[in-house]
């Protein structure tokens, strides 16, 4: 037996690596975060810290769909190669983990650690199954956990919870910013249809001080996961309220818009009551920003839809992250909007790019014969001349196909993936999407960023977003350029991108 047992443990773990290989899903993005196995949901706790990008997520370990959630947790130096770690925080006697922030208390508020060690300290909902089956309305309150090596192990504190709730059935996705016109930390909570704001002088102890949203903006469904970013606009400060809804997104399901204004402490002072949306896609949800990158404002979204998420055909593990997005401030006319652009650390994965400066695309323009082994992670970028009508369409030999793109008479970018492959596990998935073109600048500039089972369309240089998903049956590996008129392409740059290293 002694002998048999190294021989039968190899043959073990062989089988297990072949496995593994063998059905290695072909849907699984290659250049977008995913759990090595089971449920993520929302993005959580994203601080960067001492040179390392933490992400913490919504994360149920027991199967691929939603159930007690725990933070699961991954790192990466360039926001794009990214490792899973052990899971952060599993739910206890106050009830699940949901969604929160996370900050690095630099002046050691809280006490959890010291000036020269600073703690990081995260902000959380508990939602308690047992209040919510009693129908107490309570049952959503804010905890908070300290860690004081750098992300990998954290301490819940002693006196959970910190901010009881008043009575709100809805109360939750705590966002938490140093405030420095208050010098003060300042916490954003979605509160069902509005947001409400608390301030702590240490991140215990909180106090309201105002609300926002009540009968503004888009309320086709719940408030969820908000956050308030500051911009400098030219020397005036601008600030920014991102909120997730769910449903009642620009096209069905869950979605996130935002609000330009002001903050003064209390309350927020949208500059106009015009909806506006992060992405117009149906999949970028619950999306917010790192804290502690000092200006630079990046943004990443949990890429799915609270409509279909728990249905996609994917079984080892369920969701993808989009691209982390740099977001800056662009007028338009009188108008400011957000803009969303891949983070240039997209590059790291860039293999050798391929340009074409000008092509008249007509009828169609086959890309691939001009490609060196397209592989199923690439980035497009492109410039359509006098913003004429185009689609890249990207199919298999099945002709299962996907469009992006734009049509000139409706003003509307687009993505259709009514015959994308696997799409029967939901009624409304297998179909046409689309969105208003913001921009009136003469040509777009497009950039598209396609991976095994999504796209991300940053129109007009981010001014509009689209992010969809979709199930092949076989790898989507040619790409073409269609266009019912004639149509000039400049500057098209194909950069295949290797998948991240694991
Ligand atoms: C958003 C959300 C949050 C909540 C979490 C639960 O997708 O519903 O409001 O905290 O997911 O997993």
């Known amino acids: 037996m002694k002998k048999i047992m190294p021989l039968l443990c190899s043959f073990l773990l062989c089988a297990q690596f072949l496995l593994s290989q063998t059905f290695e899903d072909p849907n699984r993005p290659l250049i977008h975060f995913t759990p090595k196995e089971h449920w993520m949901n929302d993005p959580n706790g994203m601080v960067f810290y001492n040179g390392v990008y933490h992400l913490f997520f919504q994360y149920y370990p027991g199967a691929s769909v939603w159930g007690p959630m725990h933070w699961g947790h991954a790192t990466s130096k360039d926001l794009v190669n990214w490792e899973e770690q052990p899971i952060a925080l599993y739910p206890d006697k106050l009830g699940y983990i949901f969604s929160g922030s996370a900050v690095v208390d630099k002046n050691n508020t809280s006490g959890f650690g010291s000036t020269k060690k600073p703690p990081l300290v995260a902000i959380f909902t508990q939602h308690d199954t047992a209040g919510e089956r009693a129908h107490t309305k309570t049952f959503q309150n804010q905890s908070i956990a300290y860690s004081t090596n750098g992300g990998k192990t954290w301490v819940k504190y002693k006196n959970n919870p910190v901010l009881k709730n008043p009575g709100d059935e809805d109360f939750r996705d705590p966002k938490v910013m140093w405030y420095a016109d208050g010098n003060e930390w300042m916490m954003t909570l979605a509160v069902k249809d509005h947001v409400e704001f608390y301030s702590s002088p240490n991140l215990k102890d909180w106090t309201k001080q105002g609300e926002f949203g009540k009968g503004i903006g888009a309320h086709g469904g719940v408030w969820e996961c908000p956050d308030l970013i500051s911009f400098d606009d030219n020397g005036?400060?601008?600030?920014?309220?991102?909120?997730?809804?769910?449903?009642?997104?620009?096209?069905?399901?869950?979605?996130?818009?935002?609000?330009?204004?002001?903050?003064?402490?209390?309350?927020?002072?949208?500059?106009?009551?015009?909806?506006?949306?992060i992405d117009y896609g149906p999949d970028d949800y619950a999306g917010v920003t790192w804290s502690n990158t000092d200006d630079r404002k990046i943004f990443l979204g949990w890429m799915s839809n609270w409509a279909y998420g728990q249905l996609v055909p994917t079984s080892a593990w369920r969701s993808a992250m989009t691209i982390p997005r740099n977001l800056n401030l662009v007028h338009v006319g009188d108008e400011i909007y957000v803009t969303s652009k891949p983070v240039v650390e997209?590059?790291?994965?860039?293999?050798?790019?391929?340009?074409?400066?000008n092509l008249i695309v007509y009828k169609k323009y086959d890309l691939t014969p001009d490609l060196v082994n397209a592989p199923r992670s690439f980035k497009l970028d492109f410039t359509v001349k006098d913003a004429k009508s185009f689609a890249v369409k990207l199919s298999n030999e099945k002709n299962e196909r996907l469009l992006v793109g734009y049509n000139e008479a409706k003003k509307e970018f687009y993505i259709n993936r009514g015959a994308t492959g696997n799409a029967d596990f939901q009624q409304d998935f297998a179909k046409e999407r689309s969105a208003p073109r913001i921009s009136t600048a003469e040509n777009i500039h497009t950039t598209l960023v396609a991976d095994a089972s999504s796209v991300e369309l940053f129109a007009d240089d981010g001014l509009t977003v689209m992010t969809e998903i979709f199930f092949p049956t076989s790898p989507f590996d040619l790409i073409q350029l269609t266009s019912d008129e004639p149509v000039t392409i400049n500057n098209l740059i194909y950069s295949p991108l290797k998948p991240m290293k694991k």
């Open 236 to 277: 005036k400060k601008v600030w920014v309220l991102i909120v997730s809804i769910n449903p009642g997104g620009p096209n069905g399901g869950s979605a996130t818009q935002y609000f330009v204004g002001n903050f003064d402490g209390k309350t927020f002072t949208p500059f106009n009551d015009k909806i506006k949306w």
């Open 346 to 357: 997209l590059n790291v994965l860039t293999g050798k790019a391929q340009a074409i400066p």
